[in-house]
Structure formats: structure tokens, C-alpha cells
């Protein structure tokens, strides 16, 4: 189930208004990302990094900021990004797998996109944190039994 709490009616991205702010280190992967991303050439231990306490794999800090982010703050991989980029304006607040899966969305803190550009798609974003739930789920499942080292080796 997602909840996206507060709206959003138009957005567009005006990372160079905002320094790219929401394009930080750590951003969680699903497999699915990490496939789109190697077959662009890059190999994980490019920009993987992986927490076996809290069952993630996050792309890497470079200079502070996201391993992707080019030098005029656009996203290098933007046809690629990641399903958690997928779902902006909106950030996760929490997710939960307790009794159904769950995610709760809220749009970005002081974002100066929103109100201008396209009108939203909260299908889309709904169908993309939907993905990422699911992914993630089996992720962590796989991460419990195999450590980061099994679920890459089986990349
Ligand atoms: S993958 Fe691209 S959009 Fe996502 S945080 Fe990194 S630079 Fe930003």
C-alpha cells in the first residue's frame, strides 16, 4: 500500500536551483537497479556499497554526494536512475513490511520544482513504489540469508 501524503500537482526538476539537493550518498538500490546500472558499463564495486546490518546495497558518497552526480549537478545515469529517484518530487518517509507492504511518500522540503513543468503522474509514481517495495522485500530477504557478498556474486 502507498500513501503519499500532501500534493504535488506540477513538478519539474530544477536541480541547479537547488544544488541537486536531493541527489545525496546512499541511496538504496534494488537488483533491478544495480542490473540497469551495470549494463551501462559500470561494475558494482564502482558504486556499490552495501550494509549487511540494515540488508542494503546504496550507491556510493563521492565528494559528499551521489556517485552519479556529474560535475554540472545532472544525473550521469537519467534514463537509468534508480526506482527511489523515480519517485520524486516525493521522498520516503517510512517503509514497512510488518503486516502488508507499506510506504509512505511526502513531497520534498522546500523544492523549488514544484508548481511548474509537467503535471504528475501519481500512477506512475505509485506503479515505481510499488517496484521498490516488492524489490526491496526480496532484497532483504536475500541479504538475511546470503550477505551482500552472496546476493553480488549471483549478479
Ligand atoms: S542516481 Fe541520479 S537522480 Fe539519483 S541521486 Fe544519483 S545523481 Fe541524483
Known amino acids: ?50 550494509d549487511d546490518a540494515n540488508q542494503e546495497l546504496r550507491i556510493k558518497n563521492k565528494n559528499g554526494r551521489c556517485f552519479f552526480l556529474g560535475e554540472k549537478l545532472e544525473c550521469t545515469i537519467r534514463e537509468n536512475e534508480p526506482l527511489v529517484c523515480r519517485l520524486l518530487p516525493f521522498k520516503i518517509m517510512e517503509v514497512s513490511y510488518a503486516d502488508e507492504p507499506i510506504m509512505r511518500l511526502k513531497p520534498v522540503v522546500d523544492c523549488p520544482g514544484k508548481g511548474s513543468g509537467k503535471k504528475i503522474d501519481k500512477k506512475k509514481i505509485e506503479a515505481d513504489a510499488t517496484s521498490f517495495l516488492r524489490e526491496n522485500q526480496q532484497l532483504i530477504r536475500n541479504m538475511r540469508k546470503k550477505g551482500a557478498k552472496g546476493v553480488l556474486e549471483e549478479l
Open 1 to 50: 500500500m502507498i500513501h503519499i501524503l500532501g500534493n504535488v500537482d506540477k513538478w519539474k526538476c530544477e536541480y541547479k536551483k537547488c544544488n541537486a539537493k536531493c541527489c545525496t550518498p546512499g541511496i538504496p538500490l534494488t537488483i533491478a537497479d544495480i542490473k540497469r546500472i551495470t549494463a551501462l558499463g559500470y561494475s558494482p564495486g564502482d558504486f556499490l556499497e552495501s
